[in-house]
Nanobody, 115 residues
Framework: VQLVESGGGLVQAGGSLRLSCAAS????????MGWHRQAPGKQRELVAV????????NYADSVKGRFTISRDNAKNTMYLQMNSLKPEDTAVYYC?????????WGQGTQVTVSS
């Protein structure tokens, strides 16, 4: 499974961005996908998760009500709609895919929120 993120950039506080994660390869084997982020000097943290069918989602408390995870299985693409962005959301955002015995990661996309 190969994952490629896009959609990061620089935005002012209160603004919005939509991240995309395009999957290729053995996508039929993916059980769930997620978005993670890592700010400078901090550990990577889980932001949101979505099951393969898209029927179940879960969010970190810090982003609940502001971020929405979704996926389009026909396009093999997962999204993260980020609204009401805050400076503390600044980080490199990574998508990942959980397969039965392995986890795959994208290369990351930078999101910078200015105050």
């Amino acid at each position: 499974v190969q994952l490629v993120e896009s959609g990061g950039g620089l935005v002012q506080a209160g603004g919005s961005l939509r991240l995309s994660c395009a999957a290729s390869g053995s996508t039929f084997s993916i059980k769930a996908m997620g978005w993670h982020r890592q700010a400078p000097g901090k550990q990577r943290e889980l932001v949101a998760v979505i099951t393969s069918g898209g029927g179940s989602t879960n969010y970190a408390d810090s982003v609940k009500g502001r971020f929405t995870i979704s996926r389009d299985n026909a396009k093999n693409t997962m999204y993260l709609q980020m609204n009401s962005l805050k400076p503390e959301d600044t980080a490199v955002y990574y998508c990942n895919a959980w397969v039965t015995t392995m986890t795959y990661w994208g290369q990351g996309t930078q999101v910078t929120v200015s105050s």
